[in-house]
Antibody, heavy 121, light 109 residues
Framework: QITLKESGPTLVKPTQTLTLTCTFS??????????VGWIRQPPGKALEWLAFIYWNDDKRYSPSLKSRLTITKDTSKSQVVLTVTNMDPVDTATYYC?????????????WGQGIPVTVSS | SYVLTQPPSVSVAPGQTARIPCGGNNSGSKSVHWYQQKPGQAPALVVYDDNARPSGIPERFSGANSGNTATLTISRVEAGDEADYYC????????????FGTGTKVTVL
């Protein structure tokens, strides 16, 4: 049974750095063609992918946010960490951790419950 | 960058068929995946690889993809199908790896 759970602050101030941790179970991030990443959803808006890290340590970032994002993994702890620098009120959203696998292309097979993050002074 | 366009809303009566289009340039050459998101919940996969269903998803959910449009079809719609639906493609040749559609709210009348 695959599960993912997000943890981190739910309130950050503008210009601060957000650090989110995804702790997962039921799979290994060293398994070929598996990735774990982050997708966010502002209130009332659509899903937006942020970053993924793959079994081979390949890292991919959304081009529009690339300069502000860093994703890392600790396979032994079954954790993936996302940092987002210089937070702004427009970054207010629910942040989801996601498990992605490749069949004919990558898709998200499992999602965390999400963590709401508000950016406000 | 690649864009997937969905109608904001689709309304359907119980027992009828809902069809949700997802338009993208030459989408037929890509694999399209679909997610259902109920209010206050995380999204959940309902169709992957154009027309495959994960374990536990009813046969009422089906997908097709050709030309510039992918379509999620929900047959014999039930009240519990009311949700937002998102399509998604993955483009390994560009930096915009995961592209999500704009989302469609399905309302069961």
């Amino acid at each position: 049974q695959i599960t993912l759970k997000e943890s981190g602050p739910t309130l950050v101030k503008p210009t601060q750095t957000l650090t989110l941790t995804c702790t997962f179970s039921g799979f290994s991030l060293s398994t070929t063609r598996v990735g774990v990443g982050w997708i966010r959803q502002p209130p009332g808006k659509a899903l937006e992918w942020l970053a993924f890290i793959y079994w081979n340590d390949d890292k991919r970032y959304s081009p529009s946010l690339k300069s502000r994002l860093t994703i890392t993994k600790d396979t032994s702890k079954s954790q993936v960490v996302l940092t987002v620098t210089n937070m702004d009120p427009v970054d207010t959203a629910t942040y989801y951790c996601a498990h992605s696998v490749y069949s004919t292309s990558y898709y998200v097979g499992y999602w965390g419950q999400g963590i709401p993050v508000t950016v406000s002074s | 960058s690649y864009v997937l366009t969905q109608p904001p809303s689709v309304s359907v009566a119980p027992g009828q068929t809902a069809r949700i289009p997802c338009g993208g340039n030459n989408s037929g050459s890509k694999s399209v995946h679909w997610y259902q998101q109920k209010p206050g919940q995380a999204p959940a996969l309902v169709v992957y690889d154009d027309n495959a269903r994960p374990s536990g998803i009813p046969e009422r959910f089906s997908g097709a993809n050709s030309g510039n449009t992918a379509t999620l079809t929900i047959s014999r719609v039930e009240a519990g199908d009311e949700a937002d639906y998102y399509c998604q493609v993955w483009d390994g040749s560009s930096e915009q790896r995961y592209v999500f559609g704009t989302g469609t709210k399905v309302t069961v009348l």
